[in-house]
């Protein structure tokens, strides 16, 4: 959620008010005005973002116990979660959930996004598959997630049907309560995602220049990866960060669909924010916004998402 | 809070009148006149309290028959025990009357947040089961382990916030509701006698077995299954050192890499699908739950174990900040919630009435024998929504009232080492 605002942050500094050629006067050469204009969007920003960052912040150096938490000014939060094995396994768990996932929804939202863009003839076809595309967004996630349970359960509609066709002797455990269950949600509740970014920039390829390398006797491959991806890359990359976001602060995904065998960042915060250890939950978002942040750099450092925009 | 505002302001004609008639009422209702409809009555309808609680026994049922019973509203709030007890320190004025349980009630009270309650003000103090009392359902039985109620019961004066060693005329909260907790079983999956905690780790339930992941309860249930392992020989299973913690911790996670567990379960429809679906055989389970799944139609069974029950109970006490006729309202309702009709809602749910006696009067004599003798059921057994829940002639998992509550063996509890305890419970969860 803040890496997202962050990228925001990054998209608002292109707009800089541009001062005129010549010395008119206007009310908007006044200093002071162009400080007004900028008011609104800094009051949001600073009550709703920055104040909650810093409060976070701050009871992240907090002392508590069971009930209560008191203002102090103590570094063991940090060092209680930095020096414990646990953390440094869910951080592991966590990043391999977000490039599994990453992966995949990459793939599926490319090749879906391409299809759209390229294959269908029609604008109002286009639009009409691409709202179909965003169909299941009209529930809840975590109605279009736990709907998976008694589809891949034990005797759910997968294991029931393939005993009943004779594809296995006995049901598949792995299916449900399982890494796999976690990214299989993951996957189908983030691709979309994926593929309206890209499907966005695919869509504003000047469609004279796949031609010209046509012209130019490039083979269809050689179009894709010289052509069509390049100019794909923001909407790759602001994707990307969408999906990696995402995943990284996930915990009821992986809560409901691993049932609770395995673990992310975001579900051990919730874990001790649920039994009112807020600073030690704080000290772990600092660290997780901190990471999260560093990626969304080097995801913006790769691709100048501005270029398209 | 508002409420409570607007009875601080001032004394004008309007309150004097309204806390002259609250006085002259209570007078009344402290013997001469019995029943509830009392003198003041016409002010305490404008009376709203806030309680709020753990699900099980916030009940609109309730909150309907005091509207009716007593004439003023009752606004429940139903939290999980987590929110219950971050609710009731950190915002004191956002609810009147709490509905927590006894290890809870070892968090909170101490904060001082909630006032301890006058035993002389309560009618039927002497109707309550002894076990939260002396500890003790009948004068040989044993106490447990864990935070049994009476150890956190009682304190020694009106404005103390330390817990007092034996019963004293305050008390932190009034019994309201408890049950002993066991281990629910598929009988037509299990396949095999079940009769020890022990036997959620045989292999044969390999992937089929689960245990409540909240950490204070399923601490306890963790602790039940590793001493009738013979695995750890503990102290007090209610107050662990770290090292015990660091064993049973261990414990759970070697059986939990090892593919033991299906899945681990937080709320209580989660515990009834995880049943119902066929997913986990054997697993930790409260007793409603066991209800519901047995209400499918699926056969499900509270199984009694050889070295007791879990148990837990919960009670009502008051917020500190009330006063005047909101505190003389809480006290008409927490003896209208002893005098019988509560109790026996609760005893027709599975659980037990801190009031046996009352409750009693407000039960047929096949309920009470259902219910509270272990007797064979005369008519089919129906529960207070009008389902039936037993056909006629079931018989009650684990028997009698006094079979089930006198063989508990611990409460849940919090421990000394609570904040080390949930860290490495983290760790569990994590592994």
């Known amino acids: 959620m803040t890496a997202s605002t962050a990228g925001h942050a990054a998209l608002n500094k292109v707009s800089k008010p541009m001062r005129p050629p010549r010395k008119i006067w206007r009310w908007s050469n006044l200093p002071l005005v162009s400080y007004l204009q900028a008011m609104p969007l800094a009051l949001i920003l600073g009550l709703f973002l920055l104040l909650p960052i810093l409060t976070i912040g701050m009871v992240s150096f907090w002392d508590y116990d069971s009930v209560r938490i008191y203002p102090d000014f103590v570094t063991f939060n940090y060092t209680e979660t930095l020096g414990s094995w646990v953390t440094w396994k869910i951080y592991l768990n966590t990043f391999k959930f977000t490039l599994i996932v990453w992966l995949l929804t990459l793939f599926i939202g490319f090749w879906v996004a391409y299809f759209l863009a390229f294959h269908i003839r029609s604008v109002t076809m286009q639009m009409v598959l691409f709202l179909v595309c965003t169909v299941p967004f009209l529930t809840s996630n975590i109605i279009r997630m736990i709907s998976w349970v008694p589809f891949l359960g034990r005797n759910g509609l997968i294991n029931s049907s393939l005993i009943e066709l004779g594809i296995v002797p006995k049901p598949i455990e792995f299916l449900l309560f399982s890494e796999f269950a976690v990214v299989l949600a993951m996957v189908h509740l983030y691709t979309l995602f994926m593929v309206t970014p890209i499907f966005n920039t695919l869509m504003r390829i000047d469609r004279s220049l796949i031609e010209a390398a046509r012209d130019a006797g490039a083979s269809g491959f050689q179009i894709l990866t010289n052509v069509i991806i390049p100019l794909a890359k923001p909407g790759i990359a602001i994707g990307s960060i969408f999906v990696v976001t995402l995943v990284m602060g996930d915990f009821i995904t992986v809560r409901f669909m691993s049932g609770g065998q395995s673990a992310s960042v975001g579900l051990m915060m919730a874990n001790q924010i649920s039994l009112l250890q807020y600073p030690a939950a704080a000290a772990n978002a600092v660290i997780l916004l901190i990471v999260v942040l560093l990626i969304v750099a080097a995801i913006l450092r790769v691709v100048d998402i501005r270029k398209e925009l | 809070m508002t409420e409570a505002i607007k009875n601080k302001t001032g004394l004008n004609r309007r309150t004097f009148l309204k806390t002259g008639a609250a006085a002259a009422g209570l007078a009344a209702g402290s013997g001469a006149i019995t029943g509830f409809p009392t003198i003041w009555a016409q002010n305490i309808k404008n009376v709203t309290l806030r309680q ?380």
Not at chain 2, 166 to 178: C, G, S
Request: net charge negative; hydrophobic share 40%; with cysteine.
């Open chain 2, 52 to 431: 709020f609680g753990t699900g099980v026994s916030n009940l609109n049922d309730v909150a309907n028959k005091v509207k009716e019973d007593l004439g003023f509203t009752l606004q429940m709030t139903a939290l999980d025990s987590d929110a219950v007890t971050q609710r009731a320190v950190t915002q004191p004025d956002s609810y009147d009357i709490a509905d927590i349980e006894y290890w809870i009630a070892k968090k909170v009270f101490p904060a001082g947040v909630m006032q301890p309650m006058d035993v002389s003000k309560m009618k039927y103090f002497d109707k309550i089961a002894p076990l939260f009392i002396t500890g003790k359902l009948t004068p040989e039985s044993k106490i447990a382990q864990g935070t049994a109620p009476h150890t956190v019961g009682f304190v020694e004066s009106a404005d103390a916030t330390k817990f007092a060693s034996e019963p004293t005329k305050w008390m932190t909260l009034i019994p309201t509701i408890y049950n002993a907790d066991t281990l629910g079983i598929r009988p037509d999956l299990v396949g095999r006698d079940i009769t020890s905690w022990a036997d959620i780790m045989d292999p044969a339930f390999k992937g089929k077995a689960s245990i409540i992941n909240i950490p204070s309860i399923g601490i306890m249930d963790a602790a039940m299954i590793c001493e009738s392992l013979g695995t750890i020989k503990y102290g007090d299973k209610g107050n662990m050192t770290k090292a015990e913690i660091d064993q049973t911790v261990g414990f759970l996670i070697k059986a939990k890499t090892d593919g033991q567990f299906r899945s681990f379960w937080k709320t209580f429809d989660e515990s009834v699908n995880l049943m119902a679906s066929g997913e986990v055989v054997i697993q930790s389970m409260w007793s409603p739950a066991v209800a519901a799944v047995r209400s499918k139609g699926i056969a499900c069974k509270y199984q009694p174990l050889k070295e007791g029950y879990r148990a837990w109970g919960g009670g009502l006490g008051l917020a500190k900040h009330l006063s005047g006729i909101e505190l003389d309202a809480a006290y008409e309702y927490i003896n209208w919630y002893l005098s019988g009709w509560v109790g026996a809602y609760l005893n027709r749910q599975g659980y037990y009435s801190a009031a046996p006696e009352t409750a009693k009067t407000f039960m047929t004599a096949d309920e009470w024998g259902y219910w509270m003798e272990g007797k064979a059921a005369v008519g089919d057994i129906v529960a207070p929504d009008g389902k039936v829940m037993e056909k006629a002639g079931a018989v009650r998992d684990g028997g009698a009232f006094e079979a089930r509550m006198g063989a508990v063996a611990c409460w849940n509890s919090v421990m000394d080492e609570d904040r080390y305890m949930v860290r490495k419970w983290n760790e569990f969860i994590a592994a």
